[in-house]
């Protein structure tokens, strides 16, 4: 009869452990040692290729993880208009890719996928554009930066979410403003400068789009951070001012991030794409944040995952490219967002 061997077996040791500590919530302990392979790949090649990796906050915990950088927008559009690495990957959506190259358009400007799309920016194109604004001759135009770049091109201004508001109030009162094209932060930014001369285009977000009204009253916790894109803002501070729900604000994603560094403990319910919640976890683990609506989640963004950054990375796909004269007609808009800031 063989005799068994009792004695137990040492645990074997976890890949890139501190890395781990930060996704474990995300990805189960079997899972990690082959996706462990492919993000030390990753970090090796960024190296070897002098690449630097911007990520956006609505990205897969992973790809955060491994990100040199991780923000909004404007973040982003500041970061590549600033970096000296030779490869900007851009794990985002393609209008973001887009966005560095115009800024930087003398580095190779890399995306894991050019399939990841945008719904807000697929909402309008330059045609349209120039069809609107031969309706509203001499009106300034601000284009959120969630567009292509041809219809940068054919705009005066670009903003995000963390500064449409200052943008449009650098703008002479007099003078019409067109506002595309998401309806949301339209309404939000016509509520915050008290302007009557704005018009809207009625595009929107289909991810911001869904959380409701109904999903904050379903979980209201002690405070409400709400990204001005979502339909629910202004109904939320309608019936925050009424004590129907508690404590609403309207942030970006990078607003939201700084007040979460200050927010003291309890409960906060976060309406934006779900990815957010990882960077606002990090940021201050005492708060127990939860999504507005666990089913707001981009499939674009999440199409980024560490396979196709690895051979983004390997084989130097997708690699983004505006051509010249729309980059040099968007790049003074673009450039005005930068300078404009978020205050």
Wanted: glycine share 6%; proline share 6%.
């Amino acid at each position: 009869m063989l005799q068994q061997n009792l004695t137990p077996r040492k645990p074997v040791p976890m890949p890139l452990p501190e890395l781990y500590s930060r996704v474990e919530r995300h990805i189960p302990p079997i899972e990690w040692p082959v996706l462990a392979e492919d993000i030390a790949a990753i970090l090796k090649l960024k190296r070897e290729r002098n690449a630097v990796i911007l990520a956006h906050n609505y990205q897969r915990p992973e790809i955060q993880d491994i990100a040199d950088h991780v923000g909004d927008s404007l973040a982003l559009a500041r970061l590549a208009a600033a970096s000296s690495h030779r490869t900007i990957v851009l794990a985002g959506v393609y209008f973001m890719a887009e966005t560095a190259k115009i800024l930087s358009p003398e580095r190779t400007v890399l995306i894991p996928t050019a399939d990841a799309g945008c719904s807000l920016a697929d909402s309008i194109t330059a045609v349209q554009l120039r069809a609107w604004k031969a309706e509203h001759p001499g009106a300034v135009v601000v284009a959120y930066v969630n567009t292509s770049a041809e219809v940068k091109a054919e705009s005066d201004l670009c903003c995000t979410s963390a500064n449409a508001v200052d943008i449009v109030n650098s703008i002479p009162a007099d003078r019409e403003v067109l506002f595309l094209p998401d309806q949301f932060l339209g309404a939000h930014v016509r509520r915050q400068t008290g302007r009557e001369n704005i018009h809207v285009w009625m595009g929107e977000c289909h991810v911001h789009a869904g959380i409701s009204p109904a999903d904050l009253r379903r979980k209201a916790r002690d405070v409400l951070y709400i990204h001005p894109e979502c339909g629910c803002a202004t109904p939320a501070l309608w019936q925050a001012g009424t004590g129907d729900l508690p404590t609403a604000r309207i942030l970006s994603t990078g607003g939201m991030l700084a007040a979460a560094k200050e927010q003291r403990g309890g409960s906060v319910l976060v309406a934006t794409e779900t990815g957010m919640l990882h960077q606002l976890r990090r940021a201050n683990p005492a708060v127990r944040w939860e999504p507005a609506n666990e089913h707001a989640v981009c499939r674009f963004m999440k199409m980024i995952t560490p396979e196709n950054l690895l051979r983004c990375l390997r084989d130097g796909t997708d690699e983004v490219t505006v051509d010249p004269d729309i980059a040099a007609r968007a790049r003074r808009a673009v450039e005005a967002m930068i300078a404009a800031g978020a205050r």
